[in-house]
């Protein structure tokens, strides 16, 4: 599969003559909701022999207009940029959300579109979505603004799942609550991260169950406690690990939660590996035992509970 073409803004932009059908949002999470937003994009751009990308943004418009509370995000750009990578997309453009951006009038929108992509045939969004200064614009005067300037708009209905609207707020709380699997259920593929092996102190390995300790520091933190996960290796195989996610309050409490994983099966990894875990099942809560002996029982129960939990 050919990856997009990727662009640090609109005034970035280069692209064949070709009719550009482009999904827009926040798009946080990716989840099955976006999905829909961006399959229908890439749907009118194969009836038309057009290309298909997305426009998209960082930071979250809360960090300019809540920024002692601004909202945690369920993924990094990069790890945004890897789930749309997958898609089959011609391009992406991440726009950065600065206050000029957020000062265009709801009406001067479609012009500042047009200005960096004369090529603009569609637009497809949400149908929630609001755009503009202070979110005056709505999907109804979207699809009237572009009527007149010969443009298309597709508004995808909002998705249900188990009678509640899927959102990434939702999201948000279920992984807060360790649910990790209704959270999956909704994103519509596995919730995962990302990082470099870093040196470690050696304690899983002094325990009997050596661990990787993967660099990934996300805004919106998932539950603390261990998870059955499944790990990508450079080599691109998979295997499977049980992961704790936490301070390690047993042996000296970390500064911030850490992500360290012990494989399930015999595999080269080391330091300075780039690694992809992908989280199933949530196991238990992180807890502080009287000791290591107490702390290397647990230990061998939650590995033993993650290789039930494949054995399934």
Request: aromatic share 8%.
């Amino acid at each position: 599969m050919n990856l997009p073409c990727q662009f640090a803004g609109l005034d970035q932009v280069v692209l064949p003559p070709q009719p550009l059908h482009l999904a827009i949002g926040m798009f946080d999470g990716l989840h099955r909701g976006h999905q829909s937003v961006i399959n229908a994009a890439l749907a009118g751009a194969q009836r038309s022999g057009g290309l298909a990308g997305v426009l998209t943004f960082w930071p979250h418009p809360s960090v300019l207009f809540r920024p002692t509370a601004p909202t945690q995000m369920l993924m990094s750009p990069e790890m945004k940029r890897a789930v749309l990578g997958r898609l089959g997309l011609s391009f992406i453009i991440e726009q950065n959300f600065s206050p000029a951006l957020a000062q265009i009038a709801a009406e001067d929108f479609l012009p500042y579109l047009q200005a960096s992509l004369p090529q603009l045939a569609a637009i497809y969004v949400g149908e929630n979505w609001r755009y503009g200064r202070e979110r005056r614009g709505d999907v109804v005067q979207l699809i009237a603004a572009a009527k007149q300037v010969g443009l298309s708009v597709f508004s995808a209905p909002r998705l249900n799942h188990e009678g509640e609207p899927i959102s990434s707020s939702r999201i948000r709380g279920l992984l807060s609550q360790g649910e990790i699997a209704a959270a999956n259920a909704l994103l519509g593929y596995v919730y995962f991260s990302a990082g470099i092996v870093q040196p470690g102190r050696q304690l899983g390995r002094q325990l009997g169950f050596p661990t990787l300790n993967i660099a990934w520091v996300p805004e919106l933190q998932p539950r603390l406690g261990v998870y059955a996960v499944k790990v990508t290796l450079p080599s691109g195989q998979v295997v499977n690990g049980v992961a704790n996610y936490g301070l390690r309050p047993t042996v000296g409490l970390a500064t911030a939660p850490l992500l360290e994983v012990h494989l399930l099966e015999t595999a080269a990894a080391d330091a300075g590996d780039y690694l992809t875990v992908n989280w199933l099942h949530y196991l238990r809560p992180e807890q502080k035992f009287t000791g290591v002996d107490a702390l290397r029982s647990q230990i061998a129960l939650d590995r033993q509970k993650a290789i039930d939990f494949f054995g399934k």
